[in-house]
């Protein structure tokens, strides 16, 4: 009886021990904002990304829609991660960054009737 208590409080703190080994990661947060609005729209042009880091992927997720747009991702050095040119972004599409270490990452997206800078920061 007393060696079935033991040998479950042991499997109980080595439980423990792996989730308080668990390292625990920064959240990505992207802001992005419209300026240079060529066409003027009935409703309001929101752009927004989800982003989430997935086993050291970053994972950019937009929330709206644009035809024929250049969209270009740099990382803190300046380096190029991503050039997409004339590409049509919809709501849904995912674009992934391997190896997502380089915060913060400066995102454009120029467009005929509209020019998006954002950024990729970590909370």
Not at 23 to 49: G, L, N, W
Request: charged share 25%; with cysteine; glycine share 4%.
């Amino acid at each position: 009886m007393k060696a079935k208590l033991l040998l479950m409080l042991f499997l109980v703190f080595l439980s423990l021990g792996v989730f308080a080994s668990e390292r625990h990661r920064k959240k990505p947060h992207a802001q992005c904002k419209a300026y240079k609005m060529a066409v003027e729209t009935r409703s309001p042009f929101d752009p927004s990304i989800q982003a989430e880091d997935i086993n050291d992927c970053l994972y950019l997720t937009f929330q709206f829609s644009l035809d024929d747009a250049d969209i270009t991702i740099l990382d803190k050095d300046g380096n190029e991660v991503i050039k997409e040119q004339q590409t049509i972004i919809y709501e849904g599409r995912t674009i992934s960054i391997p190896m997502a270490d380089a915060y913060p990452y400066s995102v454009e997206i120029k467009s005929s009737s509209v020019e998006i800078q954002g950024g990729i920061i970590l909370e």
